[in-house]
């Protein structure tokens, strides 16, 4: 888990986060209001251990994504 603060593509978080929920805040949207561009605050494997920083940090606006493979048919995730 981090908290460097860097101004990325959501591509470009997701992508160097594979398989770990990822939560930044957003500092750019589309036109469409989907976020395209945004500061890490943390990532992990652990959702208990993304929404701990996300508390610790004491930022309003977050935005989470899971920066991996949906799992197969008949299993599921749990946040």
Not at 13 to 32: I, K, M, N, P, S
């Amino acid at each position: 888990m981090t908290n460097a603060r860097t101004d990325e593509s959501v591509e470009s978080l997701l992508a160097q986060h594979e398989g770990e929920l990822v939560a930044f805040t957003v500092t750019e949207r589309d036109e469409y209001g989907q976020p395209t561009k945004g500061e890490l605050v943390a990532h992990s494997t652990s959702a208990t251990e993304v929404y701990e920083a996300v508390k610790t940090a004491g930022l309003r606006e977050i935005c989470f994504r899971y920066a991996g493979q949906w799992p197969p048919e008949g299993q599921g995730f749990a946040f």
